[in-house]
């Protein structure tokens, strides 16, 4: 089959790799008719690439067709429509029964101390196989995979698999109140997406940070109030125009979706740039002990939200060698709460609004689709945010 295959920095290629066969019994193979190109995706692009190895199929944002199930998949049959969650979990386990998924006890990645292995994620997460592909073998099928009817276009269903859940639980981590506020730092796919859930969900007043024009414009027309970040000399001009908005304290709550590669933070990006050059003997090692991230947007949420209020981060980070604020965090009582998202926690929450009349907008959410074959280019653009790249489809 084809795959996108990880080969070093900023170099992904579409190669031919072997199909994937079952392996236990509680493995299914499915035939991608779409899959995403994530925000995540692009950390692999350019920053954790020490934890990367040449060949690693990539993607974690898969829907197809079921060609295949093993003898442990009960609710499973060839020809089901199904999306694929990022994670792998048993939905057995303890952590999988108290809503933790991304937790879960029998695909943890133990080895690294990790939680749960993801699709087309490092070795980090298990290097399981990834879904920009036109097959792939999903274990745990027994839970994991979420059957859709048929119909509809892929479209309406794909973004169950990850910007959906995380995009939601970003939002109930934030815990707004009935009508209060919340800034939401980076309009990308889970920012933009955050956006829509906390109007849904009842947040009085949606502010949207970023410099993407394109980005803005697309929030601007649901509702959001942005801000541009290029019309502020610094972050401290920002935070008072939007501490103007909300009597002086700032919002009840703040969404950083940006995560590690926030614009700032000099010093963070070279020394990100240099591990991702090393020799992989030295890089791995000097990634796991001395990490650091770009704190930019972490930082300016910490300054940004009302005394009392709550931080919800759902950008990835994967620093161990940050330093923090933790003055502040005190100071102003921050509650924070972050992690993968939980999918089968809340796809069905969820799925009741995937409906003809569209409210978070999913039919028209994608920016670009492209035939797997342009992959390379499709990393390169939306890496730049060239062209207008907002979210990005792929079709085997």
Known sequence: MRAVTWQGKRDVRVENVPDPTIQEPTDAIIRITSSGLCG???HLYEVLTPFMTPGDILGHEPMGIVEEVGAGVPDLQAGDRVVVPFQIACGNCWMCLTGLPTQCETTQVSGEGMGAAL??????YGAVPG?????????QAQFGPIKVPEGPPDDRFVYLSDVLPTAWQAVAYADVPQGGSVAVLGLGPIGDMACRVARLRGAGRVFGVDLVPERLRRARARGVETFDLRSFDDEKELIEAIRDETDGRGPDAVIDAVGTEAHGSAAARMVQSASAILPRKLSGPLA????????????????LVRRGGTLSLSGVYGGLADPLPLLTLFDKQIQIRMGQANVRRWSDDIIPYLT???PLGVEDFATHRVPLSEAPHAYEMFQRKQDGAVKVLMQP
């Open 131 to 139: 879904a920009q592909a036109e097959y792939l073998r999903v274990p």
């Open 119 to 124: 699709f087309g994620y490092t070795r980090l």
């Open 40 to 42: 995540s995706d692009l």
């Open 288 to 303: 796991e002990r001395f990490s650091v991230d770009r704190l930019s947007a972490l930082n300016t949420a910490i300054e």
């Open 356 to 358: 003809d009349e569209d």
